[in-house]
């Protein structure tokens, strides 16, 4: 596996010695990426990744321009916990990861998930929807 591909997945997995220590772990985590709605899961997947957002397209020469459509730059830390055009699904967001007593939110948990997977990717898809940036 390249590390490089993906700098958000738990140190856990690239410190697996072998096929057989890092399979069972990539199964579990894995179950959670496919957990909701697939077009969802394949943009918070890129967001993962790095490969959806302008400052992201725009470091491969994609775009010209590394802004949001609110002027600041366009990366996953702006996109979930910055970006005005959000608010208010980033409140419903939010107020849901509140109700799961997390404490700690950053854009590693949003991304990567936790032992709770479910209840956090789920309110993280709801927020990708209900934000609009990809439809
Ligand atoms: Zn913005």
Known sequence: MIRGSSSLLKVEF?????????KPKMKVHLHFFSFGKRYTNIIQTKLRHNHILNYDLCKRNILNSLECSCGKQE???HFF???????IPRNTLFDCLFKLELVNIDINL???GDVINNRIIAAVNKFIDESCRFS
Request: net charge neutral.
């Open 14 to 22: 690239w410190e697996a010695i072998s096929i057989k220590t890092w």
């Open 110 to 112: 949003l991304l990567c």
């Open 81 to 87: 916990f910055v970006c005005t055009n959000y608010s």
């Open 75 to 77: 990366n996953a830390y």
